[in-house]
């Protein structure tokens, strides 16, 4: 599907008029410490244009806490992460991530690195642990539940994760206070004061849950980040997809009815294995058992687990499974919302996995995604256009696509910068003011792509060593003479090493024609004793003959001791010239030198891709509360807002 012509923020709003009118727009995340209270400039362009229509902006409260890839588990207990290709590799964290000023998830991962020519294994024989340091993410940490069976967000006592959140955040905060400096770092520091005030406000509360935190949390992050009132409505997924019988007739489980429903739901069910075919990190409705919808069931007090719904029963894969028996198929939802009412009272939620969870809010809201949100789109649009394709089309309104271009709004702030380390080299200085940081970074991450091109291309040591001389230099100009010195040096060994080894070489060559001659020499003696010696009168020529032969075979065996003589003393020559401990010293030395330079290189690696895809990242998805910090009078956000490529993208 090609993408739609992009349009400015107005331009997409009033468009949204003629093909949705009055659809609520719905911002939906799993926290409000990362990009979602962007989407408060969605509601400030609503206003200017004088739009009635509402930004509902949700907390997805319904899915599952993020847990600890591997390691010990402790029960109730979280932990605040990194993210990086080794110990923490597939460590997802949407609930509680956070990032500081100019950083993303974007992991180094090894292919980057392999790719730009790293020699993986020399590192990690000579330090076991260093792709940790080198894959990390930069500016990034996610918290995740130490339990070996999380609960969902909406479930997590806030006091239990409140004193690691807090301090996740305050390292979020101090990492980007620090970035800000001058008059501009003054102001910052009152302003952080500020969210963090209104957070330790919001957090009080006997038995508070994060989800219902996060919602308290809405308006006021909404409002920080914008510096600006933002008309909103706040709502949570738990709320949203509340399944009762008062709610199960709304059209956004139109969806689940055909799943439910006994004469539809194979159709639906081989349209959801269809859809999601060769799509990364979804499964086909068999993993989940016998009968299994991609719909999930949260009841109060047991949790959330996937439905699996038979002629004669519902079984909910919750920890402890739950059942409804049936007298008959279910007839539809509204059946479905009876049973459940009656044996687990109105508080139970139906959420769809992934793919369907966008169709079943899709139906009643457009949900407003900035750019890169949600894989799962695609798989949601084709499950769709097969229900359509077979008699079960469900009207949806579109997506409202947000590309923000952050760094390049930076034009209009005064703010100076000074830039964090991995970045420093990459723009060439410490510290630069906002707009010279605006013109700049899309070169600095052209150059750093090339970089990482360059790097890839120099396999031989000496190579490399030149090239850090040429591009870094420093001390890598003396490092490279001595290099080149010690190479020649070993150069002349290996040349004696050579010579050696061809002596050697002919030595066996010697051995071996010795061995035959030998045979022979021996072989003629025999013939020779048995033809005129043996049981015969030999006469005083053949006695002459049978001793000519034997100094023949003596003689051959004199020399084949003599070439083995000489054989050990090559072999002592050798180890000699190898176990010679001045030689030893060059060799280890220019290992040293080499595995400098593949640290260096290393560190060039990972910086060039922070400074290039991560900073592209982060300009895609940038942390909303980061905009008040480096401009308080809200002048950046508007500006990013303003300027921000939208589009929309239909399902």
Request: aromatic share 8%; charged share 25%; with cysteine.
């Amino acid at each position: 599907m090609s993408e739609p012509a992009c349009k400015s923020i107005q331009e997409a709003l009033l468009e949204l008029e003629q093909v949705a009118p009055g659809v609520p727009l719905l911002a939906l995340g799993q926290t409000v410490f990362w990009d979602e209270p962007m989407k408060g400039g969605v509601a400030l362009a609503l206003k200017r244009l004088g739009l009635s229509r509402r930004l509902v902006a949700g907390v997805h409260d319904t899915d599952y806490f993020a847990k600890l890839p591997s390691g010990t588990r402790q029960p109730g207990k979280f932990r605040a992460l990194p993210h990086n290709d080794t110990s923490t590799r597939g460590l997802w964290s949407a609930a509680a991530e956070f990032s500081a000023l100019f950083g993303s998830e974007t992991v180094v991962g090894r292919e980057a690195l392999s790719g730009a020519g790293l020699r993986l294994s020399t590192l990690q024989e000579a330090r076991p642990n260093i792709l940790d340091e080198a894959t990390e993410a930069w500016g990034w940490r996610g918290i995740v539940s130490l339990d070996d069976h999380p609960p969902i967000t909406a479930e997590v006592p806030l006091k239990s994760l409140f004193p690691v959140l807090q301090s996740t955040l305050d390292w979020a905060l101090d990492t980007t206070l620090s970035t800000i400096v001058g008059q501009g770092g003054e102001l910052a520091r009152k302003v952080a004061d500020e969210l963090r005030e209104a957070i330790c406000d919001q957090s009080e509360g006997t038995d508070l849950k994060l989800g219902e935190f996060y919602k308290r949390l809405l308006p006021k992050v909404y409002e920080f980040c914008a510096n600006a009132p933002v008309e909103l409505d706040t709502t949570t997924t738990t709320e949203l997809l509340r399944f009762n019988t008062q709610t199960c007739g709304l059209p956004r489980f139109e969806l689940l009815d055909l799943f439910v429903r006994q004469e539809t739901r194979r159709t639906a069910s081989d349209a959801y294995n269809e859809a999601i075919r060769g799509g990364s990190g979804q499964y086909g409705l068999p993993r989940f058992g016998t009968g299994a919808i991609p719909f999930d069931a949260i009841i109060p007090g047991q949790g959330r687990g996937t439905i699996r719904i038979g002629n004669r029963g519902v079984v909910f894969m919750t920890h402890r499974p739950q059942f409804l028996t049936l007298k008959r198929p279910l007839s539809g939802v509204q059946e479905l919302a009876e049973l459940m009412e009656a044996k687990f009272g109105e508080g139970c939620v139906i959420v769809g996995k992934a793919v369907t969870l966008i169709g079943m809010l899709a139906r009643e809201f457009v949900f407003v995604f900035h750019e890169g949100a949600s894989s799962y789109v695609k798989s949601s649009r084709r499950l769709h256009q097969i229900l359509a394709g077979q008699g079960h089309e469900l009207p949806m309104n579109p997506i409202l696509r947000v590309r923000y271009n952050a760094w390049d709004a930076m034009g209009v702030c005064c703010s100076w910068l000074r830039m964090p380390e991995p970045f420093q080299r990459s723009f060439g200085t410490e510290e630069l003011c906002a707009p010279s940081l605006a013109k700049r970074w899309k070169e600095v991450g052209t150059e750093q792509e090339e970089v990482l091109a360059q790097l890839g291309k120099l396999r031989r040591p000496i190579e490399l060593i030149r090239y850090l001389d040429r591009t870094v230099g420093g001390s890598w100009r003396v490092v490279a003479e001595e290099y080149e010195d010690l190479h020649k040096r070993l150069e002349s060994l290996q040349r004696d090493l050579v010579e050696v080894r061809s002596r050697r070489n002919d030595l066996y060559a010697e051995l071996k024609r010795l061995r035959v001659a030998r045979a022979e020499a021996e072989k003629a003696k025999g013939d020779h004793f048995r033809d005129r010696i043996f049981e015969k009168d030999p006469t005083p020529e053949d006695l002459a003959e049978r001793r000519r032969l034997t100094e023949a075979v003596d003689r051959v065996i004199q020399q084949a001791i003599d070439a083995r003589h000489r054989m050990r003393l090559l072999r002592k020559e050798q180890n000699a010239l190898v176990l010679d401990p001045e030689v030893q010293r060059v060799h280890d030395r220019r290992q040293s030198i080499e595995l400098e330079a593949e640290l260096k290189r290393m560190r060039l690696i990972r910086h060039a891709v922070i400074s290039s895809r991560g900073l592209q990242r982060a300009s895609y998805r940038p942390s909303a509360w980061w905009f008040r910090l480096v401009c308080p009078d809200g002048l950046w956000f508007r500006e990013t807002v303003n300027s921000a490529d939208c589009y929309l993208e239909a399902l």
